[in-house]
C-alpha cells in the first residue's frame, strides 16, 4: 500500500530490530540476577516482531515467525514450565521444588546460578512472547 | 431521584473506605502486620535457598511458583480463546460464517 512512503521507519526499525530482541533476550536470561524475567522479557521480543509485522508487512513477518509455529512453541513454553514441576516430582520433592531436592544452586550473582529459576523464566518468556505475538497475527488475520 | 440515589451511594462507599484506609498502618512502619515471619525468611534466606540474587524472581519462580504456573494457565486460556474466536480467519481455513454467503 503505503510501503514506500515511510522510508525512514523501515530504515530505523531495521537498524533497531536486533538491539530490542537482544535486551528482550538479555532480560529473559538475567531474571534472576536483576530487574526483569520472563514476562517482560517475553513481552519485548514480542514486541518487536510486531513493530516489523507494522513497519514492514504482516506476510513477511509471518515468514520469519509462521502463526503455526508460534502456537506450537507457546503451548510447548507451558509444558517445559510443568516439565520443570515433575523434575521436583521425580527427584523426591515437592512440585516445583528447587533448592530442597538438591539442584546446584550454583554462587549467588552469576549467570549459572538460582538452580531452576533461569530454566522456568526461560520456558515463560518463550511462552508470554509466542501468546502475543500469535495474538497479534490471530487479530491481523481477520482483516484479510 | 436516581441521580440522588447514585450519589448518596457513592459517598458512603467513599466514606467507608476513606475510614479503612485512615486505619491503616505508615507505609514502612516496623509494626504493620505484612511484616510478619513470612516476609522475613524471604529476606533473611531468600538467596541462601534459592541461588538467585532478585528476591521477586526467587518469590516468582521458587516460593511461589505454583502461583506463576496459573498464571501461565491464564495466557494459554487467554489465547485458546482467542484463536477459538478468531482462529477460523487464520491457518489457512475458511470461516463458516463465510462460506454462508452475504
Same mark, same amino acid.
Given at each position: 500500500?503505503?510501503?514506500?512512503?515511510?522510508?525512514?521507519?523501515?530504515?530505523?526499525?531495521?537498524?533497531?530490530?536486533?538491539?530490542?530482541?537482544?535486551?528482550?533476550?538479555?532480560?529473559?536470561?538475567?531474571?534472576?540476577?536483576?530487574?526483569?524475567?520472563?514476562?517482560?522479557?517475553?513481552?519485548?521480543?514480542?514486541?518487536?516482531?510486531?513493530?516489523?509485522?507494522? =513497519?514492514?508487512?504482516?506476510?513477511?513477518?509471518?515468514?520469519?515467525?509462521?502463526?503455526?509455529?508460534?502456537?506450537?512453541?507457546?503451548?510447548?513454553?507451558?509444558?517445559?514450565?510443568?516439565?520443570?514441576?515433575?523434575?521436583?516430582?521425580?527427584?523426591?520433592?515437592?512440585?516445583?521444588?528447587?533448592?530442597?531436592?538438591?539442584?546446584?544452586?550454583? =554462587?549467588?550473582?552469576?549467570?549459572?546460578?538460582?538452580?531452576?529459576?533461569?530454566?522456568?523464566?526461560?520456558?515463560?518468556?518463550?511462552?508470554?512472547?509466542?501468546?502475543?505475538?500469535?495474538?497479534?497475527?490471530?487479530?491481523?488475520?481477520?482483516?484479510? | 431521584?436516581?441521580?440522588?440515589?447514585?450519589?448518596?451511594?457513592?459517598?458512603?462507599?467513599?466514606?467507608?473506605?476513606?475510614?479503612?484506609?485512615?486505619?491503616?498502618?505508615?507505609?514502612?512502619?516496623?509494626?504493620?502486620?505484612?511484616?510478619?515471619?513470612?516476609?522475613?525468611?524471604?529476606?533473611?534466606?531468600?538467596?541462601?535457598?534459592?541461588?538467585?540474587?532478585?528476591?521477586?524472581?526467587?518469590?516468582?519462580?521458587?516460593?511461589?511458583?505454583?502461583?506463576?504456573?496459573?498464571?501461565?494457565?491464564?495466557?494459554?486460556?487467554?489465547?485458546?480463546?482467542?484463536?477459538?474466536?478468531?482462529?477460523?480467519?487464520?491457518?489457512?481455513?475458511?470461516?463458516?460464517?463465510?462460506?454462508?454467503?452475504?
Amino acid at each position: 500500500m503505503y510501503k514506500e512512503e515511510i522510508l525512514i521507519l523501515r530504515v530505523v526499525v531495521r537498524f533497531m530490530m536486533p538491539f530490542i530482541q537482544i535486551y528482550g533476550c538479555y532480560i529473559i536470561v538475567s531474571g534472576h540476577l536483576g530487574p526483569g524475567g520472563g514476562f517482560a522479557g517475553g513481552t519485548i521480543v514480542a514486541a518487536s516482531m510486531i513493530l516489523y509485522a507494522l =513497519t514492514f508487512d504482516v506476510d513477511r513477518a509471518l515468514d520469519k515467525v509462521p502463526h503455526k509455529h508460534a502456537t506450537m512453541l507457546e503451548s510447548l513454553g507451558g509444558i517445559w514450565f510443568m516439565s520443570c514441576g515433575i523434575v521436583g516430582l521425580l527427584l523426591g520433592g515437592n512440585f516445583l521444588a528447587n533448592g530442597q531436592i538438591g539442584v546446584p544452586l550454583g =554462587t549467588p550473582g552469576r549467570l549459572l546460578s538460582g538452580g531452576l529459576v533461569p530454566v522456568i523464566y526461560f520456558g515463560v518468556g518463550i511462552k508470554v512472547a509466542m501468546t502475543i505475538m500469535s495474538l497479534y497475527f490471530s487479530l491481523v488475520e481477520e482483516d484479510r | 431521584m436516581r441521580i440522588i440515589l447514585i450519589l448518596a451511594m457513592s459517598i458512603s462507599l467513599g466514606a467507608v473506605l476513606l475510614l479503612v484506609v485512615s486505619e491503616m498502618p505508615e507505609y514502612g512502619c516496623p509494626d504493620s502486620p505484612v511484616r510478619n515471619e513470612v516476609a522475613m525468611r524471604y529476606i533473611e534466606k531468600g538467596v541462601e535457598e534459592t541461588g538467585a540474587q532478585n528476591l521477586v524472581s526467587a518469590i516468582l519462580t521458587d516460593y511461589r511458583a505454583f502461583d506463576t504456573l496459573g498464571e501461565v494457565t491464564v495466557l494459554f486460556v487467554a489465547i485458546v480463546a482467542a484463536i477459538a474466536v478468531l482462529g477460523c480467519y487464520s491457518l489457512g481455513r475458511t470461516c463458516p460464517v463465510d462460506e454462508e454467503g452475504d
